[in-house]
């Protein structure tokens, strides 16, 4: 008897075993992370923050995705790296859709930013340059042509009524040297993003003539690309990504505080410019990341403007909305 009851006994443990084990063996591959491999043209700068913010308040996670953040040396680089497939979303410039136009393997998935207020236009605080109209004949440096900056400097210019070339622009590449450039007086201004001329409002050597988002309202200056090949093999990576973001721009609205420390810390700026980089920059993103027909208006002008396609393509071509996430309900 006790050899039949200790049968039993262990027949039972294994009959009761797989439904006890289940939890602890599943559990790994229930908690599974897609991750998403995401390229920033830049670290430290205001409008690529949400992907920290998104990863340090775990709304990526709770979609079920890992962001692997990834930061290059500008937009062209993160073009390359899409192109290389060593990154499944960008973050670049509305501009850079023409080079989805030219057979770049990407879509724009999401419009990210309407009006540029991440760009702005700074001079030395003794600088003659008081407002956009003293510009006429100066030099103002860019990064390069063809780029973002290269056609707000043409844009301010016929603004102005000048036409495009109503004042010189010299392309110097990084804020560095643009900044280097305007402090030895080799250019009259610069157009930078905003914390650069933020920087020197704050240490005294500078001042900000014009800042874009407000001169231009109707625009996409940045726009969320997915390459083809991940956003057909990987949809609802796509979808997660994206309603993870959306979720983020809603809780830096709702958490000022705990997104200004990011920031500071992600960008190693002083409480100040933090603060100020959060109340001046934040109205820019898109709430929905739905695109704006007449934004992409100007965007396909820019893009026979610049020289980079011969004639405005088919823009919608270029674009989908279907992975943003639903709008909500108020």
Known sequence: MPRLRA????????AIAPSVLAPSVLAPAALAQTKVRVGQPQAGTFQFVP???????????KQGIEVEILSFGG????????????????????PELALAAKGAPEIGVAAMADAPYSVLLATLNDSPIKTAADLRDKTISISSKGSLTDWLAHELSRLQGWGPDGFKTAPLGSTAAQTAA????????MIVEANAG?????????RV?????????????????????????????????LAGWF?????MQAHRAETIAIVQRTAQLSPALAARDYDELSGMFNRTGRFDPKALAVLSRSFVEMGMLPQEPDIKALITEEFLPPVKSK
């Open 7 to 14: 049968f039993f006994v262990a027949a039972l443990t294994l």
């Open 51 to 61: 992907l920290q913010v998104g990863n340090e308040a775990g709304i990526f996670k």
């Open 75 to 94: 937009g062209p680089r993160v073009q390359q790296a899409i192109a290389a497939d060593s990154i499944d979303i960008g973050l670049g410039s509305g």
């Open 182 to 189: 305007l402090k030895t007086r080799q250019i009259d201004g």
């Open 198 to 206: 933020y920087r020197m409002e704050e240490d005294g050597s500078g």
């Open 209 to 241: 003539v014009v800042q874009f988002g407000d001169i231009i309202k109707t625009f996409h200056v940045y726009v969320i690309y997915a390459r083809k090949g991940f956003a057909a093999q990987n949809p609802e990576a796509v979808r997660s990504f």
């Open 247 to 251: 979720d983020t721009i809603a809780y």
